[in-house]
């Protein structure tokens, strides 16, 4: 596979990540290629709305499509991502990457077996507060980003994390922006919190079309990593195998591109209190998909201090979400 012909474009250029930049063009691909493609909405506390869209070749015809993805986004200060799924889209449904650049996927193959679900951005409340459009590391050092996306406490350290928390207990001199709104004095972690809009819209496109596999983007401050879904340990070998092999085809193709990823695919947070709010946030229900998580490089690097360009986070996203969609299909 050369994966260096699958994300042969302008980055600069295909880099679409705050909701007013792409949630306009959904509505225009869903009425160019009806046939095709389903928007999904959500409204958020406060009237952000969070955009979704399935694309297959006959929507009428869904229930026969073998491979069912969901790709999620559910981080604001995360913004890579949701750059990818948007090009992604353009691709499946225009035959091009935003840029125009003529896309090498074999379209036809994927649209025919699949049905593909991608949420974008499941917090446009927070991504909308984002002072910029990539955390490149050229603007902001690591202590200043991470309070922008988490927030800052009353005595002024970087704002803590969790599930849930009201503004009247914390009374926070920020509210970071990875936190959703969803009352007026209740804030929420979208992937860790089961009131969240990020639940609510998985539950809710899990129903209608029952989806064999998920993968959720996330980015971080070091380099490229997969992760395995914090039930790991208790899955059956067969799906640990299906995990591994998903996992491997996207580290190698990371390799390919010149990235320096994690060797090995790992159980984020082991034995700690957020495993099991990962962990709480699928249990008891019933999903049955083969669940997996990636992360690309954001901002400066925790050992370098270097910059990470945004051709690289957009690159490294759009390699992930493109190769587990050709691994899992065969292709």
Request: proline share 5%.
């Amino acid at each position: 596979m050369d994966i260096t012909s699958f994300v042969s474009c302008d980055a600069a250029s295909c880099w679409r990540s705050h909701p007013e930049e792409w949630q306009p063009t959904v509505d225009e691909w869903c009425k160019l290629y009806s046939r095709s493609v389903r928007k999904h909405s959500w409204v958020q506390y406060g009237g952000m709305k969070v955009y979704g869209l399935t694309i297959t070749d006959d929507y009428e015809r869904r229930a026969e499509k073998v491979i069912r993805l969901l790709v999620t986004v559910p981080h604001a200060h995360e913004p890579a991502g949701t750059a990818a799924c948007v090009d992604f889209a353009c691709q499946l449904l225009t035959g091009h990457h935003i840029d125009g650049t003529e896309s090498k996927l074999p379209i036809d193959e994927i649209l025919s077996k699949a049905l593909i679900t991608l949420l974008p951005d499941t917090n446009p409340q927070g991504r909308a507060r984002s002072p910029v459009r990539c955390w490149d590391g050229t603007m902001y050092d690591n202590d200043a980003f991470l309070k922008v996306a988490f927030g800052i406490a009353k005595d002024g350290s970087r704002f803590g994390r969790y599930p849930q928390w009201r503004y009247s207990e914390h009374h926070p001199r920020a509210i970071g922006i990875i936190y959703e709104q969803i009352g007026d004095d209740m804030f929420v972690e979208p992937n860790t919190n089961r009131n969240s809009t990020h639940a609510i819209a998985i539950d809710e496109c899990y129903r209608v079309y029952r989806y064999t596999h998920y993968l959720e983007m996330h980015q971080h401050e070091v380099d490229e990593a997969v992760l395995l879904p914090a039930d790991y340990d208790e899955l059956d070998d067969a799906e640990k195998v299906k995990l591994r092999e998903w996992s491997e085809s996207i580290i190698n193709s990371w390799k390919r591109l010149g990235a320096n990823p994690a060797e090995e695919p790992f159980v984020p947070y082991r034995g700690q209190q957020r495993q099991q709010f990962l962990k709480a946030f699928w249990e008891g229900k019933g999903y049955d998909m083969v669940k997996l998580s990636i992360e690309v490089r954001n901002n400066r690097h925790t050992s370098t201090d270097e910059p990470t360009p945004l051709e690289h986070q957009f690159k490294m996203a759009l390699c992930a979400l493109t190769v587990s969609t050709l691994h899992l299909l065969g292709l």
